[in-house]
């Protein structure tokens, strides 16, 4: 009989992938084979461990080693040493900041442990392609229960009103009210449809790719659960295709729970049927939303319609649709298997439960975290995400994408949840959360935004379509030095018009990361108008680069690599930059040994 | 096409197998010292005998790891017992035939097998 004393999980989500850990795998099964280990140790090839930026990450268990930034060369000596001796390789183990974690406390970490994993649970523990490990880990559970005590469907839909679980796709509806209303409403012909919107497409947010990467069944048994409940038919996800990954993953889950009986006609042997099929999208920001979700299913072109009606209502093909986000549908099981009132004992009063974070940009913890709801924007910026790199101020952070705002450093003590960002002008949004830091010009981020909305922007409305493009443009003349204190006023009430006329949530949102920039940063709008400079040094047009005479030693290494032939000077003596030439790429302030290059 | 038993059934399988990714702090853990000189004394068919103890009689909340050498290479094979809350023990010259009544007496019934640890085995020496 085979006894597996150790499991190595290898960390394949999209993060690890790109940085090869598939091959590192493959060179693990070599090694074991070669070590004739291979009845005694099991590779486990698995989703997000969230820690990104370490990548990629392989865990030796039941050891609790955690080895970060492994290569294919490291292989070796990981099996001879751990695998056959039982020698911990310390140089590889995953050290936090300064001091280096322990091999046995990977949970003890600053990044783990201010954490709750809820919707996360499962990532980096279980095979994603395995349902047999789902099961294992109580998948199946809640929905096995649910057939065999012929739950009532009502009950169900208690359970999650009670627990106070809100929409994780940004909006935050009641998750319990959209499933009644779904449940109460009526189809002519008795279908109605369960979809979920894996459509994710906030710059720099990746919480429900890594969910579906990790673990695609716990999606495919809460719209299950989803269906009973409020009678649906037939589901889809609808996924981007740039998640080939998840799309790879669900395809596998929704094969493997077919073959068990699990989705299907009479599922369980029971009389109930569901089925599940995917629809990929080409990547439109604008088919997040919920009504040109249902127009791409259908077959159109992916535009919103006006609401009412609502698609609990009139969804899909004029049926009542229940549409939900896979972190919302990641909640669920854990409900029903847990209780409602123990999720709702997490979180804030209107806020329940936890919420996961994409944390990017100037951190040192790149990666996924999941928090309980009113955790403070400081505990995630500082103690997990293990605050800013290289001995830089925190300025910002932008919750919400480009639908979302700027959090400014004096209110970093600010508990995350659905009231407390809305009252200062960002948003809960999906879950990205970038970081910015004082090399941000806040007039740029803004501007990089809305030229995202700009170019998503469907077209049907006109207010998003064009307004949007004029926002733009004010910007740029803004950040080309032509800016004015009555622009300043005009986008403004640009910004106000955008909100009230748009047709959907796109548009209506599109201003937030400038209304919430010029007011936190209003100081760095005039500057960049008024003094024509741009505080961070990032607007090219606003910033000139010289060389300081005295500090000059006429090595001509600046001349030498100045792409536009801008800088002259004879050899050991002081150069000049010609600005008519400069293109301001920087390139002799980094070559500079002297420090005699300053950028102003 | 799985009927709810068998459902069940294979969720009940699956959980042994996935207990060895428990990092709870609960958890017993057995350490087996597997650095050459372990090896070399014998501690591989002791680490299985473990594994194959633990499965047979279907007990959780143990985690059986490896460790290295702990420097008294003399009475390899060394198994350390971690009790959570409770001082380390430390069994010396292992073998497998030693292994059920250290699960046994040890693991089920928090009973220290005096005669196996390395104090018995020292005082031994010196007599």
Not at chain 1, 165 to 170: D, K, T
Not at chain 1, 207 to 227: H, K, Q, Y
Not at chain 1, 288 to 293: D, I, N, P
């Amino acid at each position: 009989m085979k006894l597996i004393r150790n499991h190595v999980m290898v960390c394949c989500g999209t993060g690890c992938t790109s940085s090869e850990s598939p091959k590192i795998a493959d060179a693990f099964e070599k090694e074991l084979a070669r070590a004739e280990l291979q009845d005694e140790v099991k590779i486990v090839r698995t989703g997000c461990f969230g820690l990104c930026a370490a990548g990629p990450i392989v865990m030796i268990l039941p050891d609790g080693a955690c080895y970060s930034r492994v290569t294919v060369d490291d292989v070796p000596e990981i099996v001879r040493e751990h695998l056959v001796k039982g020698r911990i390789v310390d140089r590889l183990l995953h050290m936090e900041g300064d001091e280096g974690t322990t091999a046995t406390s990977l949970n003890d970490t600053q990044f783990y442990k201010h954490q709750t994993r809820i919707a996360l649970r499962s990532c980096g523990i279980i095979d994603p392609e395995s349902i047999d490990e789902y099961i294992g880990a109580d998948g199946y559970l809640a929905l096995g229960n649910i057939l065999e005590n012929k739950t009532d469907p009502q009950s169900i839909i208690d359970a999650i009103k009670e627990s106070g679980l809100r929409g994780r796709g940004g909006a935050g509806f009641s998750t319990g009210m959209k499933w009644q209303f779904t449940k109460d409403a009526v189809s002519p012909d008795g279908v109605k449809y369960v979809c979920c919107n894996a459509d994710e497409g906030d710059p720099g947010a990746f919480m429900d790719r890594s969910v579906l990467e990790g673990d695609p069944f716990s999606i495919l048994e809460a719209m299950t659960i989803a269906a009973y409940a409020v009678g649906g038919t037939q589901g889809y996800i609808y996924v981007r295709a740039e998640y080939p990954i998840a799309i790879a993953r669900l395809e596998t889950a929704i094969q493997q729970a077919r073959e068990y009986g699990l989705l299907g006609k009479n599922i369980l042997g029971t009389d109930f049927s569901f089925d599940i099929e995917l629809r990929l999208g080409a990547g439109a920001f604008v088919c997040g939303e919920e009504t040109a979700l249902m127009t791409s299913i259908e077959g159109h072109r992916g535009e919103p319609r006006p609401r009412p009606p609502f698609p609990a209502v009139k969804g899909l093909w004029q049926r009542p649709t229940l549409l939900n986000n896979v972190e919302t549908y990641a909640n669920i099981t854990w409900i029903l298997n847990n209780g409602a009132e123990k999720y709702a004992a997490i979180g804030t009063e209107k806020s329940k439960g936890t919420k996961v974070f994409a944390l990017g940009g100037k951190i040192t913890n790149t990666g996924l975290v999941e928090i309980p709801m009113g955790t403070t924007l400081r505990t995630v910026v500082e103690d997990i995400g293990g605050g800013v790199p290289h001995g830089k101020k925190f300025k910002a952070a932008q919750t919400g994408g480009p639908s979302g705002g700027c959090i400014p450093a004096d209110l970093i003590d600010t508990p995350i949840d659905y009231e407390s960002l809305t009252a200062i002008g960002s948003m809960m949004g999906s879950g990205g959360l970038i970081v910015m830091d004082e090399d941000n010009c806040m007039v740029d981020i803004a501007k990089f935004f809305l030229s995202f909305i700009v170019d998503e922007s469907c077209g049907k409305c006109t207010p998003c379509r064009i307004g949007t493009k004029r926002l733009y443009d004010l910007l740029c003349k803004i950040t080309d030095g032509n800016g004015t204190l009555e622009d300043l006023d005009t986008i403004e009430e640009l910004c106000y018009h955008l909100k009230e006329s748009s047709l959907c949530a796109l548009g209506q949102s599109a201003p937030n990361p400038v209304l919430s920039t010029l007011q936190y940063f209003r100081d760095e709008y005039i500057a960049h108008v008024v003094e024509k400079r741009c505080p961070a040094g990032v607007c090219k047009n606003l910033v000139s680069y010289h060389i300081v005479p005295d500090k000059c030693k006429g090595c001509t290494l600046c001349a030498k690599n100045c792409p536009a032939d801008a800088i002259s000077g004879a050899i050991r003596a002081a150069h000049t930059i010609d600005s008519a030439k400069c293109i301001k790429c920087g390139v002799c302030l980094g070559n500079c040994r002297f420090g005699a290059i300053v950028k102003v | 096409m799985k009927s709810l038993e068998e459902l069940k059934a294979i969720r009940e399988q699956m959980k042994k197998q996935l207990d060895i990714r428990d990092q709870s702090d609960s958890n017993i853990r057995v350490a087996v010292g597997m650095a050459t000189c372990g090896i070399a004394a014998g501690a591989k068919p002791v680490l299985a005998a473990f594994l194959q103890e633990i499965d047979r009689r279907d007990l959780r909340g143990i985690s059986v790891t490896q460790t290295g050498c702990i420097g008294v290479c003399r009475l390899e094979p060394v198994v350390e017992v971690y009790v959570p809350g409770q001082e380390k023990v430390t069994y010396v010259k292992v073998t497998p035939e030693m292994v059920p009544t250290i699960v046994a007496d040890h693991l089920v019934n928090r009973q220290v097998v005096t005669r196996f640890t390395i104090g018995a085995a020292e005082q031994e020496e010196k007599a």
